[in-house]
């Protein structure tokens, strides 16, 4: 499966701006989704993933009741939206998919997806 992230940019603080993550090449519907995001020098991290079904949608505790992480199967699509972005949000953010049988699975860590898309950068200011 590929992917094909957009929607980052400049936001003040407080704003928000919404993440899409087109799919492409093989059944969306098959693959549990997650958003992680980098900052230079550290580590890649867990925000948000959602299950096949989307009835499972686990997020970090950095960006619990400010994100919210969906998908649109009939779209191929995944989403994160973001609200009261702060300045420590700024950060490469890249989705990933896991393929599973499973319907409620997902996963937060890096290890258990096999595809990445290319990031889009989000950059908050004060």
Excluded: H
């Excluded at 969906?70 to 779209?75: E, G, I, P």
């Amino acid at each position: 499966v590929q992917l094909q992230a957009s929607g980052g940019g400049l936001v003040q603080a407080g704003g928000s701006l919404r993440l899409s993550c087109a799919a492409s090449g093989r059944t969306f519907s098959d693959y549990a989704m997650g958003w992680f995001r980098q900052t230079p020098g550290k580590e890649r991290e867990f925000v948000a993933a959602i299950s096949r079904s989307g009835g499972s949608t686990p997020v970090a505790d950095s960006v619990k009741g400010r994100f919210t992480i969906s998908r649109d199967n009939a779209k191929s699509t995944l989403y994160l939206q973001m609200d009261s972005l702060k300045p420590e949000d700024t950060a490469v953010f890249y989705c990933a998919a896991g393929f599973t049988t499973a319907y409620d699975w997902y996963g937060t860590r890096q290890s258990q997806y096999a595809y990445w898309g290319q990031g889009t950068l989000v950059t908050v200011s004060q």
